[in-house]
DNA sequence: CTCCTCATGTCAACTATGTTGACTTGAGGT
DNA sequence: ACCTCAAGTCAACATAGTTGACATGAGGAG
């Protein structure tokens, strides 16, 4: 047993720095997998993966969205889109009714059972913050929100 | 013109927060691609990607690491890690050769061409920290440092 | 010398996630 | 009736990964 870790890949710190930033490079890599290790795990078991949480993220943070726009803020085409909301509209994870005015449009909204998914998966991903946050304090985590959003600008 | 913006889905903070850390959730993974923006156009232009990057990234920190070692770091299959390695070392970005005793294995190392495009590549992602870093000063540095390490460390 | 091990290499089949392009459907407005 | 627009669907493709099976080639053990 035990041939390679199941985090392969994940030894952190066994490369040598050429850079003086290369440390925090590493650092954001190994952070965006620490955070989401956790929930793709839960995901798995669920039957469903990044791609469906991120559909549940934003429609459990916009209701009624149409389609349309879910496709803009997700930034991917609405065939890639396709099938994953197809799978969480027959898991009823999801519902799409017409609007009442603007019937040309869908709008979407979480079932029970749909933001039950959204909120244990972010959860997993929350809590892994959380952590972060309180064993740096106050001052650490707001450090780190300004570096976050000034990267999260480069757009 | 301008169907849709080409950093389409990085509309930062266009959803209501659920919970108080649904932000920082959202700057991890807009942090993440922000990050990557450039370095992946870059690379893209080089007719190469991320996976591409990440071999020359290790093998640059990592003279005459052997193929297992590298599978281990990337925690990828060989099988998987056999189509960018061969693009690598066709395009001459790469050198092997068998070790002097060990030679059972084949060692790897970056041409001045490899490392030369692992450099830019890399610089990318970094300018992009530094200016950061230098946005938030040397205590929000050390804040970030540590809610990161803190968050890795979730393994 | 033969046999076993071990690192590497390769082939095939599969899954998942994305892309473009082309086309259909169905509702609304003119 | 006609046009527009949101949505849905189909096909072909690219990329990045997986498992399984098998080949090759060097070293070590007998």
Redesign the pocket.
């Known amino acids: 047993m035990a041939k390679t870790s199941q985090t392969a890949g994940l030894h952190r710190a066994s490369l040598a720095k050429l850079h003086e930033l290369d440390a925090a490079l590493e650092l954001m890599y190994y952070g965006w997998r620490g955070m989401t290790l956790e929930a793709d795990g839960y995901l798995a078991k669920q039957g469903l ?4 949480h991120r559909i549940l993220y934003v429609v459990a943070r916009r209701p009624d969205i ?4 879910l ?1 803009e803020i997700l ?6 889109l ?5 799978l969480l509209l027959e898991r009823k994870l999801l519902t ?1 009714k ?1 609007s009442p005015e603007q ?4 709008l979407l909204r979480l079932t029970e059972a749909g933001r039950r998914i959204e909120q244990r998966a972010s959860d997993h991903e929350r809590k892994v913050l959380r952590a972060a946050f309180d064993r740096v304090g106050a001052t650490g985590a707001a450090g780190w929100v300004g570096v976050m959003e000034a990267i999260a600008d480069n757009n």
């Open positions: 993966s990044r791609p469906h149409a389609i349309g726009a496709i930034g991917i085409s609405k065939q890639a396709n099938r994953p909301l197809n799409s017409r019937h040309r449009s869908k």
